[in-house]
């Protein structure tokens, strides 16, 4: 009866009608009633946030913690920006997202920063996510009329190098996610979300010269880390549910070869977990369902609680899976990527991103191409799941590149000079 664009708009709306089953509360919360011993996905509140937003991470199998030159620095690793080769830029980017399943949800993206001086760098970003469209009714099915849920995040960052090949940087960002809108049949008083979160990085990079066959190349080398989203639970309601927002540690690396004055090819693996509460394994009654304890909550039987505070989550998130070990490392995303370039104007990309089966499942390939002209350049990538019928098939990215120093230089002459006007 209620049409939706979006399983977390499923869960906020089944909560505003009163009808949401058990099992549904359970995965927008973070609980896990429904375990069946092996699968165990990790869910939090916001997961638009983990969307890669631009096109070149994106045909890479969505690395990016330790790519040079990076306008999107700032979603990446925010301390990469004093490393980047030109003292500005901006970037837009568009992404249909879940093209398979609904024709309307997409994530666009607008990022930019500027050199404040040879070591430093600032930066700023808008990220907005549409659900597409959602048609309310009551009990009756008459519609009580249509809505456009929306998710943004706004970001501002700061980076500074402390030596020739080190930096380390910080972010502070805004999250707002309105699902309902002013549709509130409950008595819940379901409300839109707020969040307020950091990141903290650091970046390594460094070029050598490597010979092999009595031929010598340049090495041009880099190191990531990166934790995103460190900040505040998020809820709907002024009551209950308080979801952990995708706290993540991304680690990687990067290595590029300049074969010789035309080409180059690099390399890039990342790594990431997400530094969040793993739902644990609750004891069973006879029934079936879970036994509860004097304090009301599910009696955890293996695992640890995961309703705990942020700091503390983030801890036991290395250690609280309930298969131990073996769990916690299954829980560990891995992103691959090759980049050709042609004369520093044309490129092709290519990457694979894995999840474990037990854990999401994700798992696909990705295809891009990149061109770089006077002052702008433009990026493409193109998603293909190993599995058939994924609804990550179709998706497209999209990002247009601004050269802010090749502006500046088109309204210069030879000697430096301003041109004149007409």
Do not use: C
């Not at 009608?17 to 699968?39: C, E, F, P």
């Not at 993206?109 to 549409?130: D, H, Q, V």
């Amino acid at each position: 009866m209620i049409k939706l664009k979006s399983f977390t708009s499923l869960a906020i709306l089944g909560m505003l009608s009163g009808g949401i089953s058990n099992t549904l509360q359970a995965q927008i919360t973070g609980s896990n009633s429904q375990l069946d011993g092996r699968q165990n996905t990790i869910t939090t509140a916001v997961p638009f946030l983990m969307i890669t937003p631009e096109a070149r991470g994106g045909g890479m199998g969505d690395v990016g913690v330790a790519l040079p030159n990076d306008p999107f620095a700032l979603h990446w690793n925010v301390a990469k920006l004093p490393f980047n080769e030109r003292k500005g830029g901006v970037g837009l980017s568009y992404t249909p997202w879940l093209r398979s399943l609904v024709p309307d949800i997409s994530l666009a993206y607008m990022s930019g920063y500027g050199k404040i001086n040879e070591r430093s760098a600032i930066a700023g970003s808008l990220r907005f996510f549409s659900l597409g469209s959602i048609q309310f009714t009551d009990q009756f099915g008459t519609s009580l009329g249509n809505y456009n849920p929306s998710e943004l995040a706004v970001d501002l960052g700061y980076a500074s190098k402390l030596s020739e090949h080190f930096s380390l940087g910080i972010a502070f960002r805004y999250v707002r996610s309105d699902l309902a809108g002013a549709f509130n049949q409950s008595q819940a008083g379901v409300q839109a979300g707020n969040a307020f979160a950091g990141d903290i990085a650091a970046y390594y990079n460094n070029k050598t010269r490597i010979k092999y066959e009595g031929n010598r190349y340049n090495l041009n080398y880099g190191f990531g880390a990166a934790i995103t989203n460190i900040g505040s639970k998020i809820s709907y309601t002024s009551q209950q549910f308080q979801n952990f927002i995708p706290i993540n540690l991304r680690i990687g690396g990067y290595g590029q070869i300049e074969i010789d004055k035309y080409n180059t090819i690099a390399l890039a693996v990342d790594f990431n977990k997400l530094l969040v509460p793993t739902n644990p394994r609750y004891l069973k009654k006879t029934n079936g369902f879970d036994s509860i304890g004097s304090n009301g909550r599910p009696i955890v039987g293996e695992g640890m609680d995961s309703d705990v505070p942020i700091i503390q989550g983030m801890i036991q998130s290395f250690y609280d899976a309930p298969g131990g070990f073996r769990e916690e490392m299954r829980e560990i995303n891995i992103s691959t990527g090759v980049e050709y370039w042609y004369d520093k104007q044309f490129a092709l990309r290519t990457g694979f991103f894995y999840e474990n089966p037990f854990k999401g499942n994700r798992k696909f390939l990705t295809f891009g191409a990149g061109f770089r002209f006077n002052v702008f350049g433009i990026d493409l990538s193109y998603l293909v799941p190993i599995e058939t019928r994924n609804p990550l098939e179709r998706t497209l990215r999209f990002s247009l590149l601004f050269d802010i120093d090749a502006f500046a230089s088109q309204n210069k002459d030879n000697n430096n000079n301003p041109l004149p006007e007409n």
